[in-house]
């Protein structure tokens, strides 16, 4: 019996991999034309409780702003295993941001959430500037900010 069981955890554990399917989503955040330096943006993920799962991409390279993007920085906790890999420089006036990230296609229609908060220095901080749902409806579909990002849409 103890060899079934070890033949058939070896056969799960060599499967399972081939099981989770992961997508690529492209990023699409175009910001509002303002007065001012780079904005820092938080890209993240939440779940149907609107809790903090995953950091998507940071923009902005010098940490001690992370503080400013709130509410991603109360569920990362701002640890630098959160962002490490996923961070690049600010973005500026008007400009655009692409990037590309992983996700499990179980999380798509599971009731997760694509986040975006934002801040640029002496200027207004926007926690969930960008709140939107993530489905395989709502891809292609650009929303508005309620900040500096004045849209964002992802495509898969």
């Known amino acids: 019996m103890k060899k079934i069981i070890a033949a058939l955890f070896l056969a799960g554990a060599v499967a399972l991999p081939g099981l989770v399917q992961a997508r690529t989503l ?3 955040t175009q910001l509002q034309n303002y007065g001012g330096e780079g904005a ?3 890209l993240y993920l939440t779940d149907a409780s609107g809790k903090y799962q995953k950091t998507l991409w940071v923009a902005g390279q010098k940490s001690k702003y992370y503080k400013h993007l709130s509410d991603w920085a109360r ?3 701002m640890s630098p295993r959160e962002f490490d890999g996923v961070s690049g420089a600010s973005v500026g006036s008007g400009r ?3 990037v590309k990230v992983e996700l499990a ?3 798509i229609d599971a009731g997760y959430e694509i986040r975006i ?3 640029v220095e002496d200027g207004r901080d926007n926690a969930a500037d960008v709140r939107v749902p993530l489905t395989a409806k709502g891809a292609g579909k650009p929303v508005a900010g309620r900040g500096y990002v004045k849209s964002f849409s992802y495509d898969m």
Request: net charge negative; no cysteine.
């Open 96 to 98: 655009a941001l692409k």
């Open 117 to 119: 908060d934002s801040a």
């Open 75 to 77: 569920g990362s906790g």
């Open 40 to 42: 820092y943006l938080a």
């Open 26 to 28: 492209t990023l699409n």
């Open 105 to 107: 296609d179980a999380l």
